[in-house]
């Protein structure tokens, strides 16, 4: 296990139980997405955390793989989706990296609070670009450190140095915007709960 996913996998109990800062936010996001959704939908979501988003979308898809590189955050997801009597959602303990399903083969990708933390988020865009079915749609929850703590950049590596933080990236939420359309997404909504708060976009893959 990496340096990140250590850090990931020591604080996923504390993760699970943290209560959700922006309730009115989490629940629109929730809505919006579940526009996108159909019976036969095939999802990923990458980076699922503890698995509360996988969970409230199952219900209204075919079927879900929910991924993430922390053995400790699948273990905590898999109970909650057993509580809940949820069947269609695979749940693997993988690097975004490692991961693989054929190309179009999706029509959902979900990735929450997760592209500011990687080292390499052009590569994952790229991937959820080739993963998905012409007119799939990918949907991504972003922290946009740079349009409010450029000073960030700087704070970040120590941080992580010390342990104390994951590795951390900062980008305005144009450079995302011009990430995803490089990539060849239209955005087909965009929306911020309020200044500073995490960009959510979804994403449309030309049919
Ligand atoms: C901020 S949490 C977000 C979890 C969930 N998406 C949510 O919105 O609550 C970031 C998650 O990404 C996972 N993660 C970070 N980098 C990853 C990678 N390269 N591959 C897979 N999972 C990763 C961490 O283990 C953690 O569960």
Redesign the pocket.
């Known amino acids: 296990m990496n340096q ?2 250590k850090f ?2 020591k604080i ?1 109990e504390r ?1 699970s139980k943290r209560p959700v800062t922006d309730e009115a936010a989490y629940q629109k996001k929730l809505q919006i997405t579940r526009q996108y959704l159909h019976p036969d939908a095939q999802v990923l ?6 698995g ?2 996988a969970i409230a979308h199952a219900p209204y898809v075919k079927h879900i793989h929910a ?4 053995p400790k ?1 699948i273990e905590i997801a898999k109970d909650k989706a057993d509580q809940e009597n949820i069947r269609n959602i695979t749940f693997g303990c ?4 490692e991961f693989n399903l054929p190309d179009q083969s999706l029509d959902l990708i979900l990735g ?3 592209l500011h ?2 080292d390499n988020k052009e590569e994952v865009i790229a991937k959820a670009y080739k993963l998905l079915k012409p007119g799939g749609i990918f949907i991504s ?1 972003t922290a946009c450190l740079g349009d409010f703590m450029k000073l960030f950049k700087i704070i970040a590596p120590i941080g992580k140095f010390f342990r104390l933080m ?1 590795l951390v990236r900062v980008f305005t939420a144009g450079e995302l915007e011009t990430s995803m359309t490089n990539a060849g997404f239209e955005i087909d909504h965009k929306w911020q709960p309020g200044k500073n708060k995490a960009l959510f976009l979804v994403l449309k893959k030309a049919k």
């Open positions: 990140s996913a990931w996998d996923a993760y979501e990458f980076a699922c955390g503890t509360s988003a991924i993430d590189f922390s955050m993988s690097t975004i990296e929450l609070n997760i933390l990687l929850s994951p």
